[in-house]
């Protein structure tokens, strides 16, 4: 049974990565496993091109983005390819940082649960589960101790200055 919807998984991801280049868009398997399993449940990322991302305005306030009832989600494709290189020096640390919390973020936002659509409960659980979706995308110990700190800070900034996405009493914890 598993190995059936696994199989049939593959499959379907395989074909909305053919649909998705087709339109310009760049969809990555790590991405779409790491995303999956905080969403629980099989969800897209799609990292769409620079030119696309020039002309659409959404680009200008936000880093990842996704619709309610849908399992789909759309994440800058910077931030994509800093997540995919999470150990690399090709992207500067705090790019990296934001990377995995944009991807969790996301991904929490598609999971089946009441407060998907709930900001604040949203980051608060991506900033909780940063680390294992570091370590899920390749990091190792060093390069988680050299980003939490960049995830700290820009969760805290974005807490900070917009109070939708503050959680009174969220538990948030140092990896190390």
């Known amino acids: 049974m598993i190995r059936c919807f696994l199989a049939v998984s ?11 280049t087709a339109r310009g868009e760049n969809e990555y398997p790590k991405l779409n496993v790491v995303a999956s399993v905080f969403a629980m449940k099989p969800v897209r990322i799609v990292c769409p091109t620079h030119d696309e991302q020039k002309i659409d305005p959404i680009w200008q306030v936000a880093w990842g ?17 800093a997540a995919l290189n999470v150990n690399g020096r ?7 940082a934001i990377a995995i919390l944009v991807l969790v ?3 929490y936002h598609m999971r089946d649960v009441s407060w998907n659509g709930n900001e604040a409960k949203v980051e608060c659980a991506a900033i909780r589960h940063w680390g294992y ?3 899920m995308l390749g990091a190792t110990e060093e390069t988680v101790k050299e980003l939490e700190g960049w995830a700290q800070a820009f969760h805290w900034r974005l807490v900070t200055r917009i109070p939708a996405y503050y959680l009174p009493g969220c538990k948030v914890p140092w990896v190390y």
């Open 90 to 96: 090709s992207r500067p640390a705090w790019m990296r």
């Open 105 to 107: 973020h996301e991904s």
């Open 133 to 135: 979706a570091a370590k």
């Open 65 to 81: 983005y996704t619709f309610a009832g849908i399992d789909v989600a759309w994440i800058d494709t910077n931030l994509c390819n």
């Open 10 to 20: 593959a499959c379907a991801l395989s074909f909305a990565a053919l649909a998705a």
